[in-house]
């Protein structure tokens, strides 16, 4: 289903309409960092009908990277109050009126699902979990791998020339699969 896009000022109104309108079930709230298409954070919202369940209402609205505000919903939907502070932990969107404490990562300082921020605990340390490609006894031959969320280090850190990369640019070298670079 398509969702009706909703400016950020008309938000809370267009969902308390749909609230009357009998989407009474609170479904999901999610944030998508649109970076690299556009230059914003796209929220979507899911609502349901209880009397018809296959009755979905789809929002979606869009927020400018630089200052990222939308009004709470918690008061209308008491579930959007966790969903909330997920998406503003996430990715610092701030929604105004609505319970600003940390979540999940409270002693990770950052927005870590934001596509430009660098997750430096990735390029520091090795990756957690199952061994990177090459780093088996099995295939020793094998170059090691970079993990998704490291940026290229020509990117990303001290570059030459003293000129800071965009975020963009940050973003689309934090691709992962590609060879590690032996530095000098």
């Known amino acids: 289903m398509?969702?009706?896009?909703?400016?950020?000022?008309?938000?809370?109104?267009?969902?308390?309409?749909?609230?009357?309108e009998g989407y009474d079930f609170f479904e999901w709230l999610a944030a998508v960092d649109e970076i690299g298409r556009d230059d914003v954070f796209r929220v979507v919202l899911v609502l349901r009908r209880l009397d018809e369940p296959d009755q979905t209402c789809v929002l979606s609205t869009d927020l400018p990277r630089d200052a990222p505000r939308l009004e709470t919903l918690r008061d209308l939907y008491a579930g959007a109050a966790w969903h909330e502070r997920e998406a503003a932990e996430m990715f610092g969107i701030e929604f105004v009126g609505g319970d600003?404490?940390?979540?999940?990562?409270?002693e990770l300082e950052g927005t870590p699902m934001r596509k430009d921020?660098?997750?430096?605990?990735?390029?520091?340390g090795p990756w957690p979990g199952a061994k990177e490609p090459g780093e088996s006894e099995a295939s020793p031959?094998?170059?090691?791998?970079?993990?998704?969320?490291?940026?290229?280090?020509?990117?990303?850190?001290?570059?030459?020339?003293g000129s800071p990369a965009t975020p963009v640019e940050v973003a689309e070298s934090a691709v992962g699969g590609r060879v590690r670079r032996r530095r000098p």
């Open 2 to 20: 398509t969702p009706e896009v909703v400016a950020p000022a008309a938000w809370r109104h267009r969902v308390s309409a749909a609230r009357e």
């Open 141 to 161: 031959s094998r170059r090691r791998m970079v993990p998704p969320g490291v940026p290229d280090p020509a990117v990303w850190g001290d570059r030459e020339g």
């Open 117 to 124: 921020e660098v997750l430096a605990a990735r390029s520091s």
């Open 100 to 106: 600003p404490r940390r979540l999940l990562l409270a």
